[in-house]
């Protein structure tokens, strides 16, 4: 598994595409109402995913954690919200901090961590 | 050298990005201009400028005011008279005002094809210069869903974010005073 993070529109998908050889019939851009595309190799915007899974009520980690195995080949691109102000709305609250711990899961899980920051890439891990 | 300079707010970015410019002229001796980008429309404003431009007092920077169209200033001249070289070091804070000015005019009706006009005009300045100090605004990791003007607003931004970091040669990232250099002269 890779994990390639950072803000909204830093150029994160651009990134798993030059890299890992990707076309973009192998993205699947999660939204708050799609089904995961397991088949796709790369699983882009998953705090999308996580945010759904939120409003469902569904733990985030656990469901990560449930799937595993299904994430074990995946390129996962998620949008770091991590750094704005807590959000008076108490589902966007609990998405932020799911979001989080979501990216600490991902993280230690995956062999390959970047960071891309305005179109650059750092490898963290 | 073109030098891209972001980071969250009040987290140091203007003071680096000034003594970068700084060092940038003296270094070549060149002249130090700073390109005002702020319009003002009220008095909150114009108190704001005025700190500014105090602040400021001392460091050497010749002031250029130029809200939109931001090549049109290299055929201008300076607060204080002097006409504007191009191959001086200028400073530009903040490409997040330019976009402001470019995006919402004041006659309220949002332009949507300013991030792509801008990009094209800071590409040509950086160009034109060769020695600009770029300074944005890291507005992207915040959990909040925003209206659509605003969240195009902030595509805008990146994609000019995005474009200068592909043309300069320096890219640093400023958090609470201590910098990151994600792109190094020669190295990328």
Partial sequence: ?125 | MNVFISGGCKNGKSFHAQKLAREMAAEQDLPLYYLATMIPVDDEDRARIKRHLSERDGWGFDTIEQGTDICACLSSRTLSGNAVSASGVFLLDSVTALLSNEMFPPDGSPDMEAPERLAKQLAAFARLTGNTVFVSDYIYSDAFIYDPLTEAYRRGLALLDRTLTGICSSVIEVSYGFTKEHKKRGVL
């Fill in chain 1, 1 to 125: 598994m890779v994990l390639i993070f950072g803000g909204a529109y830093q150029g994160k998908s651009d990134f798993a595409l030059r890299t890992f050889g990707l076309e973009e019939k192998d993205l699947f851009f999660c939204t708050v109402d799609n089904t995961p595309d397991w088949g796709a190799k790369a699983l882009c915007n998953a705090e999308q995913l996580f945010l759904q899974l939120t409003k469902n009520n569904v733990d985030v980690v656990r469901f990560l954690s449930d799937n595993i195995d299904k994430l074990e080949d995946k390129i996962i691109t998620v949008n770091d919200v991590s750094q704005g102000v807590v959000p008076i709305d108490s589902t966007l609250r609990a998405w932020r901090e799911a979001t989080g711990r979501a990216m600490l899961f991902l993280a230690s899980n995956s062999c390959q961590v970047y960071r891309v920051f305005c179109g650059i890439e750092e490898r963290i891990k």
